[in-house]
């Protein structure tokens, strides 16, 4: 009896840790519709938004239907509804090489329970699934230090800023200093570098320099969606942010402009380097 006892506990055990590898999450459609309601959008961005710092190995997307509709009509609609998630995960910063499935599989068929709860369930069957499966630790080893970051000729550092060494058409990119998924706030540990940048700024007053915001992983180069406007402007909210707060450290409004590149020059690697700003050297002037 002990034994069995053990057996069922190692048994549940092993299947919770199997459970807690993926996270799933659901999004309910209008009857005959595909577009993603508003409240049921705000609820995918929370979903998105939990994802942060979470090692993912791939994004499962499945559209559904109620059992109303000829079989054609629902494996079309269902494939539209499981599309319709993906552009909001794409237009999110979520990297589209970790979505191998966007699947629509047609109608559910009606289990009924009682009469009145008919709508209802057909409701709940007009839905997308989307299931998250995380890496599975892998054993650590001794990792050689990588820069997966190219670095072009006219690529320079703050330090050349400090010693004189930039001229007009020069780019600094501020290393270390990366952004929330989806937000123009900065993510956890990267004010620390922008402060020193602001105190470099300040000192070096003849640099005259146009600060260039970047996002990751959206579609055909368009920008993405900045979750707290809701606008598709996410790339120039970060470098905007960049300018009000060397603006306020007391860098000179006449010597900096911001602008957003959307993902017109992705950097390659992991998506965080991507959510980045540089800073163009546009003019240097000669020292007072």
Partial sequence: MKKTVI????????????????????????????????????????FISGLDGIDIEKISIYGFCDDRGSQ?????????RANAIKTVFSNNEIDESLISNVDGKGEVLLKIIKENQI??????NRKVEIIVTKQLPKNKVEEKPKDTIPRPKNLKTTQDIVNGNVQEGDKIRLDNIYFKTGYPTLAKGSINTLKEIATILVEQDNIYFSIEGHVCCTQNSRDAVNRKTNKRDLSLARAKFIYDYLLKKGVSKRRMRYIGMRRKFPLGGDPKFDRRVEILITHVAEKR
């Fill in 7 to 46: 057996y069922i506990l190692l048994f549940l055990g092993s299947f919770c840790a199997l459970a807690q590898e993926k996270l799933t999450h659901e999004v309910y459609f209008e009857t005959d519709d595909f577009h993603v309601l508003s409240t049921e959008e705000n609820r995918l961005l929370l």
């Fill in 72 to 80: 054609n009509y629902n494996l079309a609609l269902s494939q539209k």
């Fill in 119 to 124: 709508d209802k369930i057909r409701g709940l």
